[in-house]
Each structure stands twice: as structure tokens, then as C-alpha cells.
């Protein structure tokens, strides 16, 4: 894995290769990347969760308080329990989103597939997301694990990331780029 210079990205690094060693002792690597996802859609539906884990206002104990009820009420428990309430108590919850994205690039890789990044400007059906990995599977060379977000503005198409490759077939760049081209040329 790639070594940012980042100091979020390489706690995010730590922590997530620490939680996936101790997930595959116990062979429980899919509930954890579950309970995982699971987790990062409660954060990215609650501008208050986001707000609890960002802001450094909050306690150590009023987050790991705030982590363990939200984790016992959504049922995260076992290994992703455990783990969620260590971080806010050393007061690491504002790398969560890094770790997660970091635990699916290690599963993906123990699972010899490659992880991506796609965000579309509409959500994908099953059908459509079939037909990427196997596209982007033509492009890797091996099987594609995709994340998929939905970014209206891109008005069409698609941007996808599979390491420090990026290619992007939304309408949004491909009319930035004809802005630019007419007014290179008026």
C-alpha cells in the first residue's frame, strides 16, 4: 500500500491494518467490512455523528459514550464494536472515514482484487454495476471491488479511481473542457 505523508492518512493506515489482522484471527474479516459500511452510511446520513467525530469541542468520554450507544443501537458489536469505541477513546474518531476506505483497500487486496472508487451522476443498477467491474476488471487485470457515490452535478456519466488512476467520462469535465476549448479559440 502507498505511504501518504499525510499524518491522518498513515493513523487511518494503522489502525485499519490493526483491526483487519485482528478480523482475519477470527475469520471474521466480511462482518467487520460490513459492520464497517454500515457505520460510514450513519456517518455520511448524520450531520450530528459527523459533527461528533470532527469536532475536537467533545470529550474523550462524551465520545466513547456517544460511539458506544450509537454502536449498540445499530447493532455493531463484537470486533467493530470494540474498535470504534478504542478510537474514540484515544481520541482518533476524526480518522474514521480514512480507516474504513484503508480496511476495504486491505480486505480487497487479502481478497486479490483491487479496490475503486466510482462516483456517478445517478445511482447504479445491479445490471450497470456488473458491467463496470467487468470493464474495469478489463482495465486492472484483475476483479474490481467498487464504492460507489452518487454526485448529481457531474450531470452525467461517471468518474473512476482505481489507485492513482483516474478516468473520467462525466458530462460535467467533458463540457468544462469544450468551455475551455472555445474560449482558447474566441
Request: net charge neutral; aromatic share 4%.
Given at each position: 500500500?502507498?505511504?501518504?505523508?499525510?499524518?491522518?492518512?498513515?493513523?487511518?493506515?494503522r489502525y485499519a491494518g490493526s483491526?483487519?489482522?485482528?478480523?482475519?484471527?477470527?475469520?471474521?474479516?466480511?462482518?467487520?467490512?460490513?459492520?464497517?459500511?454500515?457505520?460510514?452510511?450513519?456517518?455520511?446520513?448524520?450531520?450530528?455523528?459527523?459533527?461528533?467525530?470532527?469536532?475536537?469541542?467533545?470529550?474523550?468520554?462524551?465520545?466513547?459514550?456517544?460511539?458506544?450507544?450509537?454502536?449498540?443501537?445499530?447493532?455493531?458489536?463484537?470486533?467493530?464494536?470494540?474498535?470504534?469505541?478504542?478510537?474514540?477513546?484515544?481520541?482518533?474518531?476524526?480518522?474514521?472515514?480514512?480507516?474504513?476506505?484503508?480496511?476495504?483497500?486491505?480486505?480487497?487486496?487479502?481478497?486479490?482484487?483491487?479496490?475503486?472508487?466510482?462516483?456517478?451522476?445517478?445511482?447504479?443498477?445491479?445490471?450497470?454495476?456488473?458491467?463496470?467491474?467487468?470493464?474495469?476488471?478489463?482495465?486492472?487485470?484483475?476483479?474490481?471491488?467498487?464504492?460507489?457515490?452518487?454526485?448529481?452535478?457531474?450531470?452525467?456519466?461517471?468518474?473512476?479511481?482505481?489507485?492513482?488512476?483516474?478516468?473520467?467520462?462525466?458530462?460535467?469535465?467533458?463540457?468544462?473542457?469544450?468551455?475551455?476549448?472555445?474560449?482558447?479559440?474566441?
Open positions: 500500500m502507498a505511504q501518504s505523508s499525510s499524518p491522518i492518512s498513515g493513523v487511518a493506515e483491526l483487519f489482522e485482528l478480523a482475519l484471527q477470527t475469520n471474521s474479516v466480511a462482518s467487520v467490512e460490513a459492520d464497517l459500511n454500515r457505520f460510514e452510511t450513519m456517518l455520511e446520513g448524520s450531520a450530528d455523528l459527523s459533527r461528533l467525530i470532527r469536532s475536537p469541542v467533545f470529550s474523550s468520554e462524551d465520545q466513547a459514550k456517544a460511539i458506544a450507544a450509537i454502536a449498540d443501537k445499530a447493532g455493531i458489536t463484537g470486533l467493530t464494536g470494540n474498535f470504534l469505541r478504542v478510537v474514540a477513546q484515544n481520541r482518533r474518531l476524526f480518522a474514521v472515514p480514512g480507516m474504513i476506505k484503508a480496511f476495504r483497500q486491505i480486505a480487497a487486496e487479502h481478497r486479490g482484487e483491487t479496490a475503486a472508487e466510482v462516483t456517478s451522476a445517478h445511482a447504479l443498477t445491479p445490471a450497470q454495476e456488473t458491467e463496470l467491474k467487468a470493464a474495469l476488471k478489463s482495465v486492472a487485470g484483475k476483479d474490481v471491488a467498487i464504492t460507489v457515490t452518487v454526485d448529481p452535478s457531474l450531470l452525467g456519466g461517471l468518474v473512476a479511481k482505481i489507485g492513482s488512476r483516474q478516468i473520467d467520462t462525466s458530462l460535467k469535465t467533458k463540457l468544462n473542457s469544450l468551455k475551455l476549448a472555445l474560449k482558447e479559440v474566441g
